[in-house]
């Protein structure tokens, strides 16, 4: 696995982030599987990444799956993230 990551979303007194992107997603970061930004909430880590990579704005509106550290972050857009956190983005996984 490639961890090629790109320095964007340099929000002084952030911490810096690494995000794992799912395969569908690599195409609108420029075919990077990890990025880098900064945010301290799952909720400033999209906005984030929309302001860095707008081509992914379609595929985050349309809603998308955050796994921190193995598990499931719902529709909390309020949860605190560290630069020690594993973080990866996912195509929204439903319930059935």
């Known amino acids: ?12 007194g952030l911490p810096r982030l690494t995000v794992h992107l799912w395969s569908g997603l690599r195409r609108f970061a420029e075919g990077q599987d990890a ?3 900064s945010a301290s909430t799952t909720g400033t880590m ?9 081509a ?3 595929a985050l509106d349309a809603g998308v799956s ?6 499931i972050i719902a529709a909390s857009l309020d949860e605190p993230l560290a630069p020690e956190n594993e973080i990866y983005l996912m195509q929204r996984l439903r319930g059935g």
């Open 35 to 37: 990025v880098e930004v």
């Open 66 to 71: 955050v796994a921190v550290d193995g598990r």
């Open 56 to 58: 992914l704005i379609p």
């Open 1 to 12: 696995m490639t961890s090629e990551t790109q320095d964007l979303g340099q929000d002084a």
């Open 46 to 54: 999209i906005a984030a990444l929309k302001a860095a990579y707008p």
